[in-house]
């Protein structure tokens, strides 16, 4: 079988802007191809291709990460990280350099099948009616993802309060320890009324800024 070859979009050192590693170092390596179209959508180029690596050639690359900044992790992201054949690539990587962390965030559509060894995880997203996707999710995942590993995250508009709790509902039920982030869509919700809902409705979940927006503003690219 002929070596799986990556579409890059990016890649660049940067802080973490959301969810369970916000602020920390990280490498990030975006794929480029999805197959969601989100409303929301804050990365235009995701189909904009600027270089292709082998499998080979990222593991190299990989390597020299670690050596310059060890403490970063690595996230793979995009677009779509698990379309086609990078699902398997990206278990054999993490697999392959076991002394470093992975991440990889995906749209929340694809069925995880090889969840590989304690140092790759997932960011799961669930997306909302209010992204044009609210029927995308492939709920098999939900009783596979792993607590203390794995999270799910939620991009919020004001419009889907009214079925939040009930989103919320369902995956504690399916898998009562994950952890669960809220993120407000920019511009879309004021984040005084999303924490008023997280605290009115008691839920067990946690509220997640985009950092990089902060730090960088709303428009900036490859940071």
Known sequence: MAEITFPIVERFFTLSGEAPTAGHP???IRFAGCNLN???CDTPNRNDVNEYLTFSQLSDELTK???EYPSAF???TG???LLNERMEAISQLAAKHCDMLFYAETNGSIFIQDYGKGNLRYVADWKTYSSGEGESFCKKNL???RAGLDCIKIVVDKNDLSYLKSMIDEIKQNNAGL???LSPQTGKIELQELAAFIIENRLDVRLSLQLHKIIWGIDATGV
């Open 26 to 28: 990280m490498y990030l």
């Open 38 to 40: 989100c409303s929301y």
């Open 65 to 67: 990460i670690n050596k």
């Open 74 to 76: 690595v996230l793979f």
């Open 79 to 81: 677009g779509e990280p």
């Open 143 to 145: 009783k596979k993802l």
């Open 179 to 181: 952890d669960i982030y």
